[in-house]
């Protein structure tokens, strides 16, 4: 049973790291004003299964890391293609203004 319209995970989010607490990880449109920070991580989820990860390279540039992902109620199963990686999202809740997970 999915626990949000699943419609709103598809754009680009970027971490909010300042909103984080101890057990959920909040994270931001990439339209959102953040406050001024080097670097923040994120990732792009596309309706066509693609999924982009956003890291913070050297020079703070962000690095796009391509895969794919599928939905399984409120879990998003990511495979990082490139990296041989794969990893488990907890959806705790989404709107068109935050999604927030669940940390590990």
Avoid at 1 to 13: A, F, G
Avoid at 30 to 44: H, I, K, L, M, V
Avoid at 93 to 98: A, G, I, V, Y
């Amino acid at each position: 049973m999915t626990v949000y319209n699943e419609d709103c995970i598809y754009k680009h989010w970027t971490h909010s790291r300042e909103e984080d607490t101890d057990d959920k990880k909040v994270y931001r449109p990439s339209t959102f004003e953040f406050p001024q920070s080097r670097g923040r991580d994120g990732f792009e989820i596309k309706e066509n299964g693609e999924f982009i990860l956003y890291i913070a390279g050297p020079t703070d540039k962000s690095e796009k890391i391509f895969g794919n992902f599928t939905i399984d109620s409120n879990k998003l199963n990511i495979e990082l293609v490139s990296m041989q990686k794969s990893y488990t999202m907890t959806i705790l809740s989404c709107d068109e203004n935050q999604l927030i997970i669940q940390k590990k």
